[in-house]
């Protein structure tokens, strides 16, 4: 290298002398790098190929060209928008509309919405009852995002806490290793008022968790509420290598109604500060931004500011904190509930993995898979980036008011192709048979009992299928490329439609593929 270099230095003085100070100081600037290879282009032409200098430029471009071909061939960073909501519910029903908390307005629309809610009403009779059918909640959601092309990809319940994550139709089929569990927290871990509920996925091949959790209440059990949150991250666990617990996945979002209150500030200050809209005066006090400075896992979380008014506790139906008064037991009155930020949304980005001399010494395995989990990190980057963090003032109907974070996920996909191409063949009703073909683009763990589902364009969860198919049951002829799976008339909906076919992979419990929207006539 030194030795073109010197060639370079040479020749470029006898037939130009055009490369200025400035010039060089410059190399960055893409003017600057035609004009080397400029430069370039006249050395080669005074470079006698006989001379050992000729094979070492040639290498020296091969690896140039090398290194501008890996950078060209890599998939550009994709942005995607999460809308993310934790609400406190008070076990009322919910509102008529929710297009205000939802952002439907907005000129920017979300790919994700991820929908944390605590204190659904769980009474003996409602709770069997949606245990069948939807609650009341989830079908609010679904019948008001359906329309506008979202799905229900997954939720979790207990008891009172439920959190669900819709996701856009296009994304569905990059959505895989869906798992979702529970933790109870509440009287001696037997009782599932208070806990945790998460759902955890694979986007576009990216591993995400999002945990909502109910902690314990009151002032003086922020200490308690930091041992529940432990307890939660620590007994939750996934049957997947790459992230069998929380903390293992690339980003984890933490939301729901922590229950973490303002300490030592009177009720005359903090309503004081609430009314100036100084809210940083609280934060010092905020129980949860204190123990983040000093407890190790909260550490690795974070929070944008907390500029919007604190979201508890407020008289039903109005805008006004807490101003009854409470009977307690022996007839005496309680003091009003001080205003706090119990209901919170933050995130984690697992940090690139250093291994430790002990790992090196002990652990040649955990070695490796550190080593692979970094340049897995490296070739596909993720950030996250805040755009909103505020609380909704129109939702009256709780004690608690919603808070919405809104963020901007950018990623390279590790994969961008779906792993089976679904279609219709030929002309669909219920006057006759018909056949799908699907054809497998990548290797996926097929089994038995995978199954085809036809959908209503506009559906809006998988269990809203009009019929169903198992794949290797109604297989009728196959090739190495294509495979044809026969539908029986009867199962064809008579009044006909616009319909999409889903294909559901059970090992990988997601759909892998969606066919274009196609026309069923009417019978």
Same mark, same amino acid.
């Given at each position: 290298?030194?030795?073109? /270099?010197?060639?370079?230095?040479?020749?470029?003085?006898?037939? /130009?002398?055009?490369?200025?100070?400035?010039?060089?100081?410059?190399?960055?600037?893409?003017?600057?790098?035609?004009?080397?290879?400029?430069?370039?282009?006249?050395?080669?032409?005074?470079?006698?190929?006989?001379?050992?200098?000729?094979?070492?430029?040639?290498?020296?471009?091969?690896?140039?060209?090398?290194?501008?071909?890996?950078?060209?061939?890599?998939?550009?960073?994709?942005?995607?928008?999460?809308?993310?909501?934790?609400?406190?519910?008070?076990?009322?029903?919910?509102?008529?509309?929710?297009?205000?908390?939802?952002?439907?307005?907005?000129?920017?629309?979300?790919?994700?919405?991820?929908?944390?809610?605590?204190?659904?009403?769980?009474?003996?009779?409602?709770?069997?009852?949606?245990?069948?059918?939807?609650?009341?909640?989830?079908?609010?959601?679904?019948?008001?995002?359906?329309?506008?092309?979202?799905?229900?990809?997954?939720?979790?319940?207990?008891?009172?806490?439920?959190?669900?994550?819709?996701?856009?139709?296009?994304?569905?089929?990059?959505?895989?290793?869906?798992?979702?569990?529970?933790?109870?927290?509440?009287?001696?871990?037997?009782?599932?008022?208070?806990?945790?509920?998460?759902?955890?996925? /694979?986007?576009?091949?990216?591993?995400?968790?999002?945990?909502?959790?109910?902690?314990?209440?009151?002032?003086?059990?922020?200490?308690?509420?930091?041992?529940?949150?432990?307890?939660?991250?620590?007994?939750?666990?996934?049957?997947?290598?790459?992230?069998?617990?929380?903390?293992?996945?690339?980003?984890?979002?933490?939301?729901?109604?922590?229950?973490?209150?303002?300490?030592?500030?009177?009720?005359?200050?903090?309503?004081?500060?609430?009314?100036?809209?100084?809210?940083?005066?609280?934060?010092?006090?905020?129980?949860?931004?204190?123990?983040?400075?000093?407890?190790?896992?909260?550490?690795?979380?974070?929070?944008?500011?907390?500029?919007?008014?604190?979201?508890?506790?407020?008289?039903?139906?109005?805008?006004?904190?807490?101003?009854?008064?409470?009977?307690?037991?022996?007839?005496?009155?309680?003091?009003?509930?001080?205003?706090?930020?119990?209901?919170?949304?933050?995130?984690?980005?697992?940090?690139?993995?250093?291994?430790?001399?002990?790992?090196?010494?002990?652990?040649?395995?955990?070695?490796?898979?550190?080593?692979?989990?970094?340049?897995?990190?490296?070739?596909?980057?993720?950030?996250?980036?805040?755009?909103?963090?505020?609380?909704?003032?129109?939702?009256?109907?709780?004690?608690?008011?919603?808070?919405?974070?809104?963020?901007?996920?950018?990623?390279?996909?590790?994969?961008?192709?779906?792993?089976?191409?679904?279609?219709?063949?030929?002309?669909?009703?219920?006057?006759?048979?018909?056949?799908?073909?699907?054809?497998?683009?990548?290797?996926?763990?097929?089994?038995?009992?995978?199954?085809?589902?036809?959908?209503?364009?506009?559906?809006?969860?998988?269990?809203?299928?009009?019929?169903?198919?198992?794949?290797?049951?109604?297989?009728?002829?196959?090739?190495?490329?294509?495979?044809?799976?026969?539908?029986?008339?009867?199962?064809?909906?008579?009044?006909?439609?616009?319909?999409?076919?889903?294909?559901?992979?059970?090992?990988?419990?997601?759909?892998?593929?969606?066919?274009?929207?196609?026309?069923?006539?009417?019978?």
């Amino acid at each position: 290298m030194d030795e073109i /270099s010197q060639l370079f230095s040479t020749v470029g003085r006898v037939r /130009s002398d055009s490369l200025s100070t400035d010039a060089t100081q410059s190399t960055g600037s893409k003017l600057a790098l035609r004009h080397r290879l400029s430069q370039l282009m006249t050395c080669v032409d005074d470079l006698d190929p006989t001379n050992k200098l000729h094979e070492k430029m040639v290498k020296t471009l091969d690896n140039a060209f090398l290194v501008c071909a890996k950078k060209a061939n890599k998939p550009r960073k994709e942005s995607f928008r999460l809308h993310i909501v934790t609400w406190n519910v008070a076990s009322v029903d919910p509102p008529e509309d929710v297009t205000s908390l939802l952002h439907l307005n907005s000129p920017k629309t979300a790919d994700l919405y991820i929908i944390g809610l605590q204190e659904v009403y769980s009474g003996p009779v409602r709770f069997m009852s949606d245990m069948i059918f939807d609650d009341p909640w989830s079908h609010l959601f679904m019948s008001t995002l359906a329309p506008l092309n979202y799905v229900k990809v997954s939720s979790m319940r207990m008891q009172g806490l439920l959190l669900l994550f819709f996701s856009k139709l296009e994304h569905v089929p990059f959505i895989r290793d869906i798992q979702a569990k529970y933790t109870r927290t509440g009287i001696f871990g037997y009782w599932g008022n208070k806990g945790g509920v998460s759902v955890r996925l /694979s986007f576009y091949g990216h591993m995400i968790c999002f945990l909502n959790c109910h902690l314990a209440a009151h002032m003086n059990y922020a200490t308690e509420r930091v041992d529940e949150f432990e307890y939660i991250v620590d007994t939750q666990t996934f049957d997947c290598k790459k992230a069998p617990r929380i903390l293992d996945h690339r980003l984890v979002f933490w939301l729901g109604d922590l229950n973490f209150r303002i300490q030592d500030h009177g009720m005359h200050f903090v309503r004081s500060c609430i009314n100036n809209q100084t809210y940083n005066l609280l934060w010092s006090n905020d129980q949860l931004i204190m123990l983040r400075k000093k407890e190790e896992l909260l550490q690795e979380f974070e929070e944008g500011p907390l500029n919007f008014q604190p979201t508890y506790k407020f008289d039903l139906n109005s805008d006004t904190y807490d101003s009854r008064l409470y009977r307690t037991w022996f007839d005496f009155n309680s003091k009003k509930r001080k205003p706090a930020w119990t209901d919170r949304i933050l995130w984690h980005v697992r940090p690139k993995a250093l291994p430790s001399d002990e790992q090196e010494e002990n652990s040649f395995g955990l070695n490796q898979k550190t080593i692979k989990q970094q340049d897995e990190d490296d070739e596909y980057p993720l950030k996250v980036r805040q755009d909103l963090y505020t609380s909704n003032m129109e939702c009256s109907i709780s004690d608690h008011k919603p808070v919405i974070g809104i963020f901007t996920l950018k990623l390279r996909k590790m994969y961008s192709t779906p792993l089976v191409h679904l279609q219709a063949e030929g002309d669909w009703s219920a006057d006759i048979d018909a056949i799908i073909l699907y054809s497998p683009l990548q290797p996926f763990p097929s089994s038995t009992w995978d199954w085809i589902g036809l959908y209503k364009v506009g559906f809006s969860s998988l269990s809203d299928c009009i019929t169903y198919i198992w794949v290797k049951d109604d297989e009728v002829a196959f090739n190495e490329e294509v495979i044809q799976v026969f539908v029986s008339k009867e199962d064809i909906p008579v009044r006909g439609g616009e319909c999409v076919l889903c294909y559901y992979c059970s090992t990988l419990r997601c759909v892998i593929g969606i066919s274009e929207p196609f026309k069923v006539l009417h019978s």
